[in-house]
């Protein structure tokens, strides 16, 4: 018998499948094809799980799970030397733009604040409605603002960061990487189990997963104001959002389903994003454009990832299909499937996200 675990995948859900193997110990390749769309690379990097509501599908779990798995996570990445991820609690603003939307915050907040609505509860005191002027304090570059509410638990990370960081810490503990395509699951090396993580390409190897690409092309913009780094999430309730990083401000991102493994960027999507970007904040008008960036979203169209263990497939699991919350979800998701893939005892109940 070869390694304890073969990671299939790269993106912040193999990465952060790797992290957590090695962290128990585990004896783990990588093996990584990089292709171009990885969605990781592209996302924006919003991580608000507190600002989700419960809908019928399972996917509160992982809100409630991010919540609490996240900070640790980057506690314990900043412990072992490695802080450089990009995440930052910035908080997050949730604005309207006109009197119709400014009626739907206090409904949207009141649901943040019951427990059986709520899918990750914050504390009340987190979550607070402000005037349309205090939101044009937090992020200037805002145009008319009709309502808003703020909540303090938002935050965001740079996926290219966060994925060098998981990766280094990794390799740290005897992690080994490969950049190659696995062709086939008969083509992988021997180990006890195989994690695949390959996001929207993950089918090709498991094609009893129902998961597609949906692109998403997302606008970076310089911005010489040396206070953004601290500046919210902007989540408009009928636009694209907005969050900054230090000198720059990301602006998303188009959601395309049609567009299959064609990671281009297209003057329609330019269009689209810059349109949205400038009527919500046109105090951007100016900004420098710095790149534009194209990922593919892992989507399962049944509505929620596919975690855990692959029937009549022994030995293989998966942890793929985040969609458009991949960045928020996916490392409490790696973490729970390498624990059922390396048998640990009382790793979580992943029944209801079974392939
Ligand atoms: C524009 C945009 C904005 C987004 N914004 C957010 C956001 O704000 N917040 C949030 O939470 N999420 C966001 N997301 C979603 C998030 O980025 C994705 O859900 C997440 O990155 C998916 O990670 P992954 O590891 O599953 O897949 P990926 O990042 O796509 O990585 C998959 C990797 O597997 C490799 N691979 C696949 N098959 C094989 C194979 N056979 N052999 C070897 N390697 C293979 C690929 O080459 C790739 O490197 C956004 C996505 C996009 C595109």
């Given amino acids: 018998m070869g390694r304890d675990l073969v990671v299939i995948g790269g993106g912040i859900v193999g990465a952060a499948a790797a992290w957590h193997a090695t962290r128990r110990g585990a004896d783990v390749l990588l093996i990584d094809a990089r292709a171009p769309g ?34 640790e996570m980057i506690s314990a990445l900043e412990a072992a030397g490695f802080s450089d991820t990009g995440y ?22 009141g649901a943040l604040r019951d427990p059986e609505r709520a899918a990750a509860p914050a504390d009340a005191a987190s979550l607070r409605e402000i005037s349309p002027a205090e939101a044009r304090r937090l992020f200037p570059p805002l145009g008319e603002v009709t309502g808003a509410f703020v909540s303090d638990g938002g935050a ?35 180990a006890r189990a195989v994690v695949v993580a390959g996001g929207a390409w993950s089918p ?16 970076h913009l310089a911005i010489d104001d040396a206070s953004c780094e601290r500046w919210p999430v902007v989540s408009p ?7 900054a990083f230090d000198g720059r401000v990301v602006c998303g991102a188009t959601r395309e389903d049609a ?33 534009w960036r194209v990922g593919l979203r892992p989507v399962a169209r049944r509505g929620w990832p596919y975690l855990g263990a692959v029937s009549d497939r022994p ?25 059922a893939a390396l048998g640990v005892a009382l790793h979580p109940d992943l029944r209801a996200f079974a392939p």
Avoid at 204 to 219: F, M, S, T
Wanted: hydrophobic content about 50%.
């Fill in 315 to 339: 030995g293989v699991f998966v942890a793929s299909g985040h969609g458009a919350s991949g960045l928020t979800y996916g490392p409490w998701s790696a973490a729970a499937v390498v624990d």
């Fill in 259 to 291: 567009a299959g493994f064609a990671a281009e960027i297209t003057a329609a999507g330019q269009a689209e994003v810059l349109n949205d970007a400038l009527a919500v904040a046109p105090g951007l008008a100016r900004a420098r454009v710095l790149e």
């Fill in 38 to 71: 990885r969605a990781t690379d592209a996302g924006a990097g919003i991580v608000s799980p507190e600002t989700d509501l419960r809908d019928r599908t399972p996917t509160h779990m992982l809100s409630a799970a991010a919540r609490v798995f996240y900070p």
């Fill in 204 to 219: 090709a190897l498991l094609p009893e997963l129902d998961i597609v690409p949906q692109r998403g092309q997302i606008l």
């Fill in 156 to 190: 965001r990370v740079d996926g290219r960061r966060l994925v060098r960081a998981l990766l280094a810490a990794a390799t740290d503990n005897g992690l080994d990487i490969e950049v190659a395509t696995v062709a086939s699951l008969a083509d992988v090396p021997d």
């Fill in 88 to 109: 930052a609690r910035c908080g997050k603003l949730v604005v309207a733009r006109n009197d119709e939307q400014a009626g739907w915050i206090a409904p949207y907040l």
């Fill in 237 to 243: 309730l009928a636009h694209n959002y907005l969050l």
